[in-house]
């Protein structure tokens, strides 16, 4: 009678100590997911002089630009990327990149002025610059500053 209370006892004891366990890993996953979703990076892997200038400019997080202008711009670079490529680098601009987005034919407003004068910032910008702005771009559009907030 003894043993059996003590092997009750262990087992629960053994359920609590589980559950606590499970407990602790559910925080975790909830810490790293909302460490995620609070970090709006600017870069990853690269800061350059032209890219402190953009920051310096527009905010650590880009936080002056709205979504949609991050959204041209994350199509701009990724235009701008393919193109060097192809193109003598120093044969394709930024601006080029802009203009063979084509975006006034479905932005009733036009392009936005920020957007025409950060890509004549950007112009002279390395592909390694563009992808370090990419990645940052994609992250504030996902998990920062910039994502789409919707009522689930």
């Given at each position: 009678?003894?043993?059996?209370?003590?092997?009750?006892?262990?087992?629960?004891?053994?359920?609590?100590?589980?559950?606590?366990?499970?407990?602790?890993?559910?925080?975790?996953?909830?810490?790293?997911?909302?460490?995620?979703?609070?970090?709006?990076?600017?870069?990853?892997?690269?800061?350059?002089e032209?890219?402190?200038?953009?920051?310096?400019?527009?905010?650590?997080?880009?936080?002056?630009?709205?979504?949609?202008?991050?959204?041209?711009?994350?199509?701009?670079?990724?235009?701008?990327?393919?193109?060097?490529?192809?193109?003598?680098?120093?044969?394709?601009?930024?601006?080029?990149?802009?203009?063979?987005?084509?975006?006034?034919?479905f932005?009733?407003?036009?392009?936005p002025?920020?957007?025409?004068?950060?890509?004549?910032?950007?112009?002279?910008?390395?592909?390694?610059?563009?992808?370090?702005?990419?990645?940052?771009l994609?992250?504030q559009?996902?998990?920062?500053?910039?994502?789409?907030?919707?009522?689930?």
């Amino acid at each position: 009678m003894f043993k059996r209370n003590r092997i009750a006892q262990k087992r629960q004891l053994l359920r609590q100590k589980e559950s606590e366990l499970a407990w602790i890993d559910n925080d975790i996953s909830n810490f790293k997911v909302n460490q995620m979703a609070n970090t709006d990076l600017v870069t990853y892997y690269g800061q350059t002089e032209k890219i402190d200038q953009l920051v310096e400019k527009h905010g650590a997080y880009l936080e002056q630009l709205d979504r949609k202008t991050k959204l041209l711009l994350r199509t701009t670079l990724s235009q701008y990327v393919f193109m060097q490529q192809i193109c003598t680098p120093d044969n394709y601009l930024v601006t080029e990149a802009l203009k063979d987005g084509d975006f006034e034919r479905f932005l009733c407003d036009g392009i936005p002025e920020v957007l025409i004068n950060l890509c004549s910032e950007l112009n002279g910008l390395t592909v390694d610059d563009a992808e370090t702005i990419l990645e940052a771009l994609q992250h504030q559009l996902r998990w920062g500053n910039a994502r789409l907030l919707t009522i689930q």
